[in-house]
């Protein structure tokens, strides 16, 4: 059975960290490309990070940049997103997904984009993180 798990979330004041991962089972987690997204109420979806199993090539969106870093540890099939220096504006249900990138190397975040558009291979279901003021 294909299943992607995310866990990590939570309540945390302003300033401060949460790591969030992502198990993945069930498919060659390294044939993926393995992306965050997170969805805030009234909001549409958006990417936050992703990385590229292949090759190990990351993304992040502008407003998190310098601020979380997504690493992927292949032996245990699991990608992490360390976040730092939360804000209000980060407080969303984060959700991880998982694209075959088909032995192609690519900016992850095309992979991700793409599957946002056309059918993601494989969503996990989300984890709710809550920064308050």
């Known amino acids: 059975e294909v299943q992607l798990q995310a866990s990590g979330g939570g309540l945390v004041q302003a300033g401060g960290s949460l790591t969030l991962s992502c198990a993945a089972s069930?498919?060659?987690?390294?044939?993926?490309?393995i992306g965050w997204f997170r969805q805030a109420p009234g909001k549409e979806r958006e990417l936050v990070s992703c990385?590229?199993?292949?090759?190990?090539?990351?993304y992040y969106a502008d407003s998190v940049t310098g601020r979380f870093t997504a690493s992927s540890d292949n032996a245990k099939n699991t990608v992490n997103l360390a976040m730092n220096s939360l804000k209000p504006d980060d407080t969303a249900v984060y959700y991880c997904?998982?694209?075959?990138?088909?032995?192609?190397?690519?900016?992850?975040?095309?992979?991700?984009?793409?599957?946002?558009?056309?059918?993601?291979?494989?969503w996990g279901i989300g984890t709710q993180v809550t920064v308050s003021s």
């Open positions: 997904a998982a694209e075959d990138q088909y032995g192609l190397s690519r900016p992850c975040n095309e992979w991700m984009l793409a599957g946002l558009k056309q059918g993601m291979d494989h």
């Open positions: 069930g498919f060659t987690f390294e044939d993926y490309a």
């Open positions: 990385i590229s199993s292949t090759d190990g090539n990351t």
